[in-house]
């Protein structure tokens, strides 16, 4: 792919007015040059609502992982700007940008990446200890609870399950209470029953604690814990699908081809599918 022209696809899921956590209003995204360019992300506008779980979908290749870190600001764009609250990533100083990451971002990703060396609790508090703030303590005990983690809080990452250890992680994402978390295939190296706590955590901390949370997942079954679905392809966003079932998500993933090109138009409201 090699085409670079400014796209309006996608506009159709631009977000009009409402309380968005964050924003995205045009970004492109290119890697390499020449014969070598890949057009990661193609002209994308998008919008987080707030206090709702996200999944972002689409093939492998489809820059998924490239919205998410250009989003969460740890990639920057080409073109474009990224919104998080009221404030445009795209103009911060690099200082400033590590700041809001540490401050209003939670991550969680894949790996675990947890200190090895430290305990269960430490983990968790670990980036408010760096960046030298206090826990709120009703708040910690509220999200240990949560993920089920108090009879563990004092063992190291190796004495835990792969379950157990991402739940560490999506504590300690969630300890600061960030605006919103960003979650990269957080279920990718779990077996589904371990996966299924996770993901039933995530939305519970969406459901009960407001928690705004994007998750970037190939698997239908994932991303039916979100309240909603974007389908990315070719760097484009190309559908939206509310309240969706696995069932559904599988279905519309039905229409990318081989290569991950999408083949079939953007669902209608009539079908029950939906651009926001
Ligand atoms: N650092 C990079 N250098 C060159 N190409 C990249 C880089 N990161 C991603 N890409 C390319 O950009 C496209 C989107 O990648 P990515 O966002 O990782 O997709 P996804 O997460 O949906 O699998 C792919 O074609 C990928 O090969
Ligand atoms: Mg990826």
Redesign the pocket.
């Known amino acids: 792919m090699t085409n670079t022209a400014p796209s309006t696809a996608g506009a159709e899921h631009a977000p009009g007015a409402g309380d968005f956590a964050a924003r995205t209003q045009q970004i492109a995204k290119v890697?390499?040059r020449g014969d070598a360019q890949?057009v990661?992300l193609d002209a994308v506008t998008v919008g987080i609502p707030r206090g709702r779980f996200t999944a972002i979908m689409?093939?492998?290749?489809?820059?998924?992982?490239?919205?998410m870190h250009c989003m969460a600001g740890l990639d920057s764009v080409d073109s474009g700007q990224v919104l998080i609250g009221d404030t445009e990533l795209t103009r911060l100083k690099d200082k400033q940008l590590t700041r809001l990451r540490r401050d209003k971002i939670g991550f969680i990703f894949q790996a675990f990446n947890l200190v090895p060396t430290l305990t269960a609790l430490e983990n968790i508090t670990l980036p408010m200890d760096i960046a030298g703030r206090k826990a709120d303590k009703e708040w910690l005990d509220a999200v240990i609870d949560t993920v089920g983690l108090r009879p563990r809080l004092k063992h190291r990452p190796t004495e835990l399950s792969g379950g157990q250890q991402q739940r560490v992680a999506c504590a300690r994402a969630l300890a600061s209470r960030p605006e919103i978390i960003f979650a990269d295939e957080p279920t990718g190296n779990l077996d589904s029953r371990s996966g299924a706590e996770v993901l039933g955590f995530l939305r519970d901390s969406v459901r009960r604690m407001g928690q705004t949370i994007v998750m970037?997942t190939h698997d239908p079954s994932a991303a039916a814990y979100a309240d909603q679905v974007l389908f990315?392809s070719d760097?484009q966003i190309v559908d939206t699908m509310t309240e969706p079932t696995a069932e559904r998500v599988l279905e519309r993933m039905k229409g990318f081809d081989a290569g991950g090109h999408n083949t079939r138009p953007a669902s209608t409201p009539e079908s029950g599918v939906s651009a926001r």
Request: charged share 5%; net charge positive.
């Open positions: 890697y390499g890949v990661a689409g093939p492998s290749g489809s820059g998924k992982s490239t919205l970037v990315l760097g």
